[in-house]
């Protein structure tokens, strides 16, 4: 079972810079498809970025495009997600998932393992 530990969660005011950190003690992240996804209180989790293994590809959803990032250092077996300009409508639960796969979109239900989240707010 992978096993998912997710850091660098906070507090911030609107345009400020976060980065999350996405780490498998233990694992070799390389051959697996990372993706962050989040979850505002009342809401879907929705897909936020996600990058493939095969090839290192990323992919954002319209609303963080511009303005998050997301890398892999394999060196570190830890996958980052930058997040720059944010908002108050980024604060969320952040998480991280994975999946064997290099196909997935930004669905959460492409993704079986998962990691246990870390709060972002923004707010003033």
């Known amino acids: 079972q992978l096993q998912l530990v997710e850091s660098g969660g906070g507090l911030v005011q609107p345009g400020g810079s976060l980065r999350l950190s996405c780490a498998a003690p233990?694992?070799?992240?390389?051959?697996?498809?990372i993706g962050w996804f989040r979850q505002a209180p009342g809401k879907e989790r929705e897909g936020v970025s996600r990058i493939r293994s095969s090839d290192g590809s990323t992919l954002y959803a319209d609303s963080v495009k511009g303005r998050f990032t997301i890398s892999r250092d394999n060196a570190k077996n830890t996958v980052y997600l930058s997040m720059n300009s944010l908002k108050p409508e980024d604060t969320a639960v952040y998480y991280c998932a994975a999946v064997v796969s290099s196909w997935p979109g930004l669905h959460p239900s492409e993704y079986p393992y998962w990691g246990q989240g870390t709060q972002v707010t923004v707010t003033s």
């Open positions: 233990g694992v070799t992240l390389d051959y697996y498809t």
